[in-house]
């Protein structure tokens, strides 16, 4: 929902930033990791029960996110590497902040309830993998409830507030689900390919029966063009044979008739 909205907003504010970042010397690259050196500072924070700290490293590793993509753009240094890097990263970030968070509740909340960031990372995962594989196939896959600036936001409020960080997590899964789902629905739908039907079948022959931007026969239709004028003139002269070999008086019979 954020990169359909309000991403365009967002990189004219942070484009003069990136801009002057990219002339102090910081690199994208640079940014990216040391944001994810942030976002494990936040799973420490987060585990040892220092929640506030964790939401300051949070919002800390966020800038780090945000940013890396217009210095990149600044330095003109953008490219298939660098947007490896930063997708890799901010999926061992999300591993390493929800696995503090798990490493909180097994302290404060004996049971099973260690197990509800797991499920938020299993089907955030998920969804990330759905983007990537549809953008391999070349279909757009952005969008939906709860992408990963969403999941952030609402994950600071539930630092923030300590008692709703259980009902935040709850949030966080079910908003995911269904954004899991509203994608895979999405990319179905698009991806959906026309059935094969008789008349598709009978253009691809006729395609297949003329040269490709020549407009020329194919050697197998001049092979089914030269065979068919040789029967019809093998045809034609045993006709003519057996017309010579009649009497002349047949012959008469056959032309009076044909007249």
Same mark, same amino acid.
């Given at each position: 929902?954020?990169?359909?909205?309000?991403r365009?907003?967002?990189?004219?504010?942070?484009?003069?930033?990136?801009?002057?970042?990219?002339?102090?010397?910081?690199?994208?690259?640079?940014?990216?990791?040391?944001?994810?050196?942030?976002?494990?500072?936040?799973?420490?924070?987060?585990?040892?029960?220092h929640l506030? &700290?964790?939401?300051?490293? =949070?919002? !800390?590793?966020? *800038?780090?996110? @945000? +940013?890396?993509?217009p210095? /990149?753009? $600044?330095? #003109?240094?953008?490219?298939?590497?660098?947007?490896?890097?930063?997708?890799?990263?901010?999926?061992?970030?999300?591993?390493?902040?929800?696995?503090?968070?798990?490493?909180?509740?097994?302290?404060?909340?004996?049971?099973?309830?260690?197990?509800?960031?797991?499920?938020?990372?299993?089907?955030?995962?998920?969804?990330?993998?759905?983007?990537?594989?549809?953008?391999?196939?070349?279909?757009?896959?952005?969008?939906?409830?709860?992408?990963?600036?969403?999941?952030?936001?609402?994950?600071?409020?539930? &630092?923030l507030?300590?008692? =709703?960080? !259980?009902?935040? *997590?709850?949030? @966080? +899964?079910?908003?995911?689900? /269904?954004? $899991?789902? #509203?994608?895979?629905?999405?990319?179905?739908?698009?991806?959906?390919?026309?059935?094969?039907?008789?008349?598709?079948?009978?253009?691809?022959?006729?395609?297949?029966?003329?040269?490709?931007?020549?407009?020329?026969?194919?050697?197998?239709?001049?092979?089914?063009?030269?065979?068919?004028?040789?029967?019809?003139?093998?045809?034609?002269?045993?006709?003519?044979?057996?017309?010579?070999?009649?009497?002349?008086?047949?012959?008469?019979?056959?032309?009076?008739?044909?007249?």
């Amino acid at each position: 929902m954020f990169d359909g909205r309000w991403r365009e907003t967002v990189d004219r504010g942070t484009g003069p930033v990136g801009i002057r970042l990219q002339r102090l010397g910081i690199s994208a690259d640079l940014l990216t990791a040391s944001g994810l050196a942030f976002a494990g500072a936040t799973a420490v924070a987060a585990a040892t029960g220092h929640l506030h &700290l964790a939401l300051v490293l =949070l919002v !800390v590793t966020g *800038l780090h996110d @945000l +940013l890396d993509g217009p210095v /990149a753009k $600044a330095s #003109g240094t953008a490219s298939v590497r660098g947007a490896f890097f930063d997708s890799v990263s901010d999926r061992v970030a999300d591993a390493l902040i929800l696995g503090g968070i798990a490493w909180y509740l097994a302290s404060t909340h004996p049971g099973h309830l260690v197990l509800l960031p797991f499920a938020i990372l299993g089907v955030t995962t998920l969804i990330s993998y759905q983007r990537a594989k549809a953008e391999s196939l070349g279909i757009r896959a952005k969008g939906g409830l709860m992408e990963r600036a969403e999941r952030i936001i609402l994950l600071a409020i539930g &630092l923030l507030v300590t008692p =709703l960080l !259980v009902p935040v *997590l709850w949030l @966080l +899964l079910i908003l995911s689900t /269904a954004t $899991a789902i #509203g994608r895979f629905v999405k990319v179905w739908g698009m991806a959906e390919a026309p059935p094969v039907t008789v008349a598709t079948r009978r253009h691809r022959r006729q395609r297949a029966s003329t040269r490709a931007g020549s407009g020329r026969p194919s050697s197998a239709a001049r092979w089914r063009a030269r065979r068919q004028g040789e029967l019809s003139s093998r045809s034609g002269r045993a006709w003519r044979a057996r017309h010579d070999r009649q009497p002349r008086s047949a012959r008469q019979r056959t032309v009076r008739r044909s007249a």
